[in-house]
């Protein structure tokens, strides 16, 4: 399709009201400045412009119907109130005259007052939302709060699993106590081995003051053979025992190294045949040690069911020796009544 001499000039018309706009934009800018000299060729150029539109209009005018012109008018109106020119000057230049048919009141007043002339349009919409900023540096820990109420009971829970035996060896704990007289533990413990009462001769004033459980199976390292003068000497350990329990006289002393896992300590009490509060008795029996007039040795506890080592000898051998042991209650020794002065001491082993 053509386009016909009207439409034409009226896209003229609206470039150049265009280019005007932008014109006056920067006019109004320069305005503001002190610069007299660009404020004067920028009113030139709009009076240049001024006079190209009036002349475009009036040919518009000329050429067109009275239908069209009105049509005209409505655009100028239109454009002119794009630009917000409500009055016919811009800092004292000449806008030029509004076609017939149109009047200042038709553009409408400026919104936020006119500068030249010019009044600034609506608002526009708001810009899109900026992108997140860098995360700030952590804040400082609050005040403790204060304390909170008891929450409520909670349920019973399930039942835990089953406990390990009390009988059961566990890595590491337990205690162990030699049993003198037997070999043989209590029904409470384990055997570790059993063996012979060792010690030092009755004569001898040197050499070890404790007894000692010997096994059955000795191991040796590097030797020197044949008896030596200048060494310590251990025998093995008889009864010397006379009134009582005379069957076992000049008989080897046996011994058994026991263990109990579940208990870890262990506690030889003598003058007693029970333990104390909460302890369990390994074995009970009687007190001996070496006699009164002969070097001193240890006291230990011998089961009271004592018994020879089985294949000793019952040969007088008298090396380290074991008596019983009686209290002697007087004024200045052990107080008589509860001690009964010439009674043989009992004792007991006891664990817990």
């Known amino acids: 399709m053509l386009m016909s001499t009207y439409d034409y000039l009226f896209l003229n018309v609206l470039l150049l009201v265009t280019w005007g706009f932008f014109v006056v934009t920067d006019g109004n800018a320069l305005l503001q400045s002190q610069e007299t000299d660009q404020q004067t060729s920028l009113k030139n150029r709009i009076l240049d412009l001024e006079n190209i539109v009036q002349k475009l209009t009036e040919t518009i005018r000329h050429n067109d119907s009275p239908g069209r012109q009105k049509a005209k008018l409505t655009d100028e109106k239109r454009v ?12 004292g230049v000449q806008l030029g005259p ?3 048919g149109l009047s200042p ?19 526009g919409r708001n810009g899109r939302d900026g992108r997140d900023g860098p995360a700030g540096l952590p804040g400082r820990d609050g005040n403790a709060g204060l304390k909170g109420d008891p929450g409520l009971r909670g349920y019973k829970g399930e039942p835990g699993e089953p406990g390990t035996d009390s009988a059961t060896i566990i ?3 337990g205690t162990t106590y030699i049993r003198w007289g037997r070999i043989t533990c209590p029904n409470s413990a384990e055997l570790v081995y059993h063996g012979i009462a060792g010690g030092s001769h009755y004569r001898n004033s040197g050499s070890g003051a404790n007894l000692l459980c010997l096994p059955n199976d000795p191991e040796y390292l590097n030797v020197q053979k044949g008896e030596q003068s200048s060494r310590a000497r251990i025998y093995s350990t008889e009864y010397e025992i006379f009134g009582i329990q005379t069957s076992l006289h000049n008989q080897e002393v046996p011994c058994a190294v026991c263990t109990v896992p579940q208990r870890g300590r262990m506690l030889m009490v003598p003058a007693k045949i029970t333990c104390p509060t909460n302890w369990t008795s390994e074995y009970r029996g009687y007190l001996m040690a070496d006699r009164a007039d002969y070097h001193r040795g240890e006291y230990v506890c011998v089961d009271e069911f004592a018994e020879g080592r089985p294949g000793g000898s019952s040969v007088n051998e008298h090396g380290a020796l074991l008596h019983r042991v009686e209290g002697r209650c007087s004024p200045g020794n052990l107080p008589c009544l509860p001690y009964i002065n010439g009674n043989e001491l009992t004792c007991v082993v006891c664990t817990i």
């Open 80 to 91: 002119r109130r794009s630009l917000n020119v409500t009055d016919h000057n811009l800092s």
């Open 98 to 100: 509004l076609s017939p």
């Open 105 to 123: 009141n038709d553009l409408g007043p400026g919104s936020f007052g006119s500068v030249g002339g010019c009044t600034a349009g609506l608002p």
């Open 171 to 173: 890595q590491g704990g």
